[in-house]
């Protein structure tokens, strides 16, 4: 016999039983995703060069609004949105992977990076590192200087040259790259998100390089900035920062794309029989 099929014109009370089925197409909503994110990163890019930079329209709440350099701005929102996305797909599959009863191994893996992209998200929004950095910094010139040696932080920023950030937090960072790039290339299927994942963790590794570029000292031998306006003759120094410091946003935010839709490509292929269902567990 064949079922019923439901009335979809009855009230929603005679309704509320009745499955309902959400399909799609998992290379479509990827593809569609890809270009979209893509799309609006070189979107701020242009607009921070022409209206920002270049003040076509010299208004300045709306150069501010443009300036992909600023944490109050377009590029910085939509960098936030899209970890937040990443962490959020990350929870997901890490729900699935628990409901599949996986390794331990595999569920801890998919927390911890759920976890650490749920915090590198706050981290875009309230500038956390940039936060505990200063206070590292603060807390080191603050210490009680005696005829002893120095102490450990003393000496960490007068061997590190750039923000003071990265002398504190960047070992975390390398730390948790190499754990990204081991457990999703066990993970990740097929080979070709594997690559996916090299190329996103270079382009922040570009990123990084470009940041720390622009901590040092204008005199710093490795300052490339200064060589740039040196060797091409620019007249505004801040020419060359500006834009490092956009092609540095820019690099973060393809990263982030790129492994967004390797998290989001994995989803769609380990959870097509994952069956979702609200329903108040029965209680015997």
């Not at 350099?69 to 890490?94: H, K, N, P, Y």
Request: proline residues 6%; hydrophobic residues 50%; glycine residues 6%.
């Amino acid at each position: 016999m064949k079922e019923p099929i439901p009335d979809m014109m009855a009230e929603p009370e005679a309704r509320a039983g009745v499955p309902v089925r959400i399909a799609a197409d998992p290379d479509r909503l990827i593809r569609n995703l890809l270009i979209g994110c893509i799309a609006f990163e070189v979107f701020f890019v242009l607009i921070d060069a022409f209206i920002n930079y270049g003040k076509l329209i010299d208004i300045g709440p709306i150069r501010r609004l443009c300036n992909i350099a600023r944490e109050d701005g377009l590029a910085s929102w939509f960098m936030v949105i899209q970890t937040f996305m990443a962490g959020l797909t990350l929870w997901a599959i890490f729900l699935v992977e628990r409901a599949r009863l996986s390794t331990r191994w595999t569920r801890v893996g998919w927390g911890i990076l759920a976890l650490f992209f749920t915090v590198m998200a706050a981290d875009d929004g309230a500038e956390i590192h940039e936060r505990l950095g200063s206070t590292f910094l603060h807390v080191v010139q603050a210490a009680p200087s005696d005829e002893g040696p120095p102490s450990l932080g003393t000496r960490i920023l007068e061997l590190f040259p750039s923000y003071p950030w990265q002398a504190l937090l960047l070992p975390f960072f390398v730390v948790m790259g190499l754990f990204l790039l081991l457990f999703l290339w066990r993970k990740l299927d097929p080979p070709s998100s594997r690559i996916v994942v090299v190329a996103a963790l270079g382009l922040f590794v570009a990123a990084v390089g470009l940041d720390f570029i622009e901590g040092l000292e204008e005199s710093h031998p490795w300052n490339l900035h200064t060589w740039i306006e040196a060797r091409f003759h620019v007249r505004d120094p801040y020419t060359v920062r500006h834009f490092a410091k956009s092609l540095e946003e820019f690099l973060e935010m393809l990263g982030i794309t790129l492994l967004w839709m390797s998290f989001v490509k994995h989803f769609t292929r380990t959870s097509r029989q994952t069956l979702l269902d609200f329903r108040r567990p029965v209680q015997y």
